[in-house]
């Protein structure tokens, strides 16, 4: 009995300010506490199992000031229960419920009287919390030198990561145990970070988990705003991750003033694979949607001239002439042409063409301004003007073979990472577009950042990103911006943000080749903060085809291909491949016709990160279904039901799959095609080679229509 005293004694004298916090459900318990010394805490459960351990919050500040870490006393909290819906401008569903119970704890430093305010707002699947520093005499502006957020993990939990890297996500995921990152980075990765003093164990988020008694979790960060990305440093003894914000050119992570606040901190967290992807967390963290007048985002399938330059069948630049700039070209016309510029006033009519065929609403054109050979040359006196075309691009022309064909162009502006001059160029960039009925435009970060010494995802270049964003905003322009920040929700706030790439694309099976997994966990991760414009629908696999010289392969079936559309969700997506190649194949094209690319409802049926996914859709506005399986390493038999369809409703489903013999290496192209009738009852087991997948469309039959087909 003494004993039992004693031991609550200790615990009141560490834990006598904690503050308890449920979720709406009850499933979630958050514990915020400070311990000895006045160091805040938390802890976080779900039905009863521990999450997160004992973890410290707090900041360190640069300098000889009183850092944001003790010796903190709690003198006020607030509790809240918010419950909203709200429609997004695009999306997976319809609508979305906002529902969380909230606290706030005001912290106050005894010796400076700073105060902090740590809030948190627990939802079903999970948590994201944040600090905040009111206007205050005691602080005004500070200096970040690290966030000191910690993640205790309660075991060494299987981990699907990518290296800490500054400057990109385009990596390829390992699976592993928490501990056994260290040895595997040092094996496979370090050598290939751009940024190369980051920690053996440092990891970026979305960082996805799966523990050993069946837990899914997940850790990120929302509503990324005047920040430093941050990524995760892992204590491999402990088994504690602590926060570790990207750095600018002097290597401070954060300018301050107060009032502000921090980006949310979030934590998913549940005992089904489905409840992850199917979260709305980040999105909810953000602010309501700014733009008044969104009727002019809408949702776009596109093919454009970008594979035949990725594969190196053609080229982006005019001559061979490097650098144009050093050798006194200023009138390209005078260049002498190398003959493969794929950007090309007949080359783009006919992908135009191609386009108003077959119902796509936009061409992509990359590679149509002056320039290229000097940057692919290294020339340190060029960069993009955004304005210029290439004599073989006629401008005009193609705008108005375009406008009479029914079919929108969206524009390419490569910045080649110099951020000051996009930013001195963007009005007259975004004008110009505008002038010639551009309305979208994909925008490039390729390379080193200029100045010299930042990030990518520095404080200082996310305001960039944001920057542009809410300009192209102000010109009625959606935005596709590549090599970026990943995204963290912003595009509830910003929804011209239709689409990001911010992590290995479809353009690394040019490269030479992605794991055949790989689509199965990015929704896991890199999609938890918004769409990818990951470019799918290659159907030649055989890169060799394309460029002798490129010996690539891409490591996915035909079917595998398909089922991205649905799997990989975005409102910006393109048919990537050659127009010839969708010519060899077309009943298996018919489904990138018809696949939606805005959705009133997502019913996620099969998941497990690694292995597969399985994904239902019903498309805006209609009565179509539309169903994408992915698979992955491994064959498998997948098993659904159709219980997501109307009751009593007869519908034919036609069902594009894998065939017996399809591999991603060996046959990628065998297929089958087959058309069933289905309903609410009907049950499917299907099988997905390697590398495979299969997808499904699906609509109301007509009267006689179900006449001489197979029932499922």
Not at 52 to 60: D, E, F, Q
Not at 175 to 194: F, G, H, P, Q, W
Not at 530 to 554: Q, W
Request: hydrophobic letters at 35%; glycine letters at 6%; a neutral charge.
């Amino acid at each position: 009995m003494l004993r039992t005293i004693l031991l609550f004694s200790l615990f009141f004298a560490t834990a006598v300010q904690a503050q308890q916090l449920l979720s709406p459900d009850k499933n979630v318990a958050l514990q915020f506490t400070l311990l000895n010394g006045g160091v805040p805490s938390y802890t976080l459960s779900y039905k009863g199992k521990p999450v997160i351990k004992p973890s410290k919050l707090g900041l360190h500040l640069k300098g000889d000031a009183k850092s944001l870490l003790n010796d903190f006393t709690v003198t006020n909290t607030a509790t809240n229960v918010f419950d909203e819906t709200w429609k997004p401008v695009w999306g997976e569903v319809s609508s979305i419920r906002n529902h969380y119970n909230e606290l706030a704890v005001t912290l106050t430093q005894k010796e400076t009287t700073r105060q902090m305010i740590i809030r948190f707002r627990l939802y079903d699947e999970g948590v994201g919390f944040r600090y905040e520093f009111p206007q205050q005499k005691a602080l005004s502006y500070f200096v970040i030198k690290e966030e000191r957020t910690e993640f205790a993990m309660a075991g060494d939990h299987t981990a699907y990561w990518i290296a800490g890297d500054y400057d990109t996500q385009e990596y390829d995921y390992t699976t592993s145990k928490l501990s056994e990152i260290r040895a595997l980075m040092a094996k496979s990765v370090t050598d290939n970070l751009s940024q190369t003093s980051f920690s053996p164990t440092g990891v970026q988020t979305s960082l996805m988990m799966k523990t050993a008694d069946g837990l899914y979790l997940n850790l990120h960060e929302a509503a990324l705003i005047n920040y430093a990305t941050m990524h995760l440093n892992l204590n491999d003894t402990t088994m504690v991750f602590q926060s570790w914000l990207t750095p600018d050119v002097n290597g401070d992570k954060g300018y301050m003033q107060a009032p502000c606040t921090t980006p949310w901190r979030t934590v998913m967290v549940s005992n089904d694979a489905r409840t992850i992807l199917a979260s709305k967390l980040i999105y909810n963290l953000n602010e309501p949607n700014k733009i008044k007048d969104v009727s002019w985002i809408k949702p776009t399938k596109y093919v454009g001239v970008w594979w035949e330059m990725i594969t190196g069948k053609s080229a982006w630049s005019y001559t061979d002439e490097y650098p144009a700039v050093q050798l006194g070209i200023t009138d390209y016309t005078k260049a002498k042409p190398h003959g493969r510029h794929g950007a090309n006033t007949a080359n783009v009519k006919r992908y135009i063409d191609f386009a108003a065929q077959h119902g796509f609403d936009a061409v992509l054109v990359e590679g149509w301004n002056i320039g290229w050979e000097d940057w692919f040359g290294n020339s340190k006196d060029f960069v993009f003007d955004f304005v210029t075309p290439y004599p073989d691009f006629n401008l005009q022309e193609i705008r108005s073979y375009a406008a009479s064909k029914g079919v929108k162009m969206i524009m390419h502006h490569e910045t080649s990472s110099s951020v000051r001059n996009y930013e001195r160029h963007m009005d007259t960039a975004y004008k110009f577009m505008k002038a010639n009925g551009y309305d979208a435009v994909k925008s490039g970060y390729v390379g080193d950042i200029l100045p010299r010494g930042e990030n990518h995802y520095s404080q200082w270049i996310v305001n960039h990103y944001q920057y542009a964003l809410e300009k192209a905003a102000q010109y009625q322009i959606m935005v596709n911006a590549h090599e970026a920040v990943r995204p963290t929700g912003i595009a509830r706030t910003w929804p011209n943000l239709i689409g990001n790439e911010s992590a290995r694309g479809t353009e690394y099976q040019a490269f030479g080749g992605s794991k055949p997994n790989h689509v199965t966990i990015l929704p896991f991760t890199r999609l938890q903060g918004g769409p990818m414009d990951y470019t799918p629908g290659i159907f030649e696999m055989d890169i060799s085809k394309l460029n002798p010289e490129n010996k690539s392969h891409v490591n996915s079936t035909l079917a595998n291909q398909l089922a991205l559309y649905v799997t990989l969700y975005s409102p910006l997506q393109m048919a990537a491949d050659l127009p010839e190649h969708y010519d060899r194949f077309p009943d298996a094209f018919q489904f990138i016709k018809d696949v939606a690319v805005d959705w009133d409802d997502s019913k996620y049926l099969e998941a497990e990160p690694g292995e597969y996914i399985t994904v239902a859709r019903k498309a805006k506005g209609t009565g179509k279904w539309f169903v994408g399986s992915v698979g992955g390493n491994d064959p498998r038999t997948s098993q659904i039901s159709f219980d997501f369809l109307e009751p009593g409703k007869t519908y034919i489903a036609t069902i594009y799959a894998d065939a017996k013999n399809a591999h991603y290496k060996t046959a990628p192209q065998a297929y089958n095609i087959r058309k069933v009738v289905v309903t609410s009852k009907s049950k499917l087991a299907q099988w997905v080679a390697a590398g495979g997948g299969y997808a499904i469309s699906i609509e109301a039959a007509e009267k006689g229509q179900t006449k001489g087909l197979k029932k499922l």
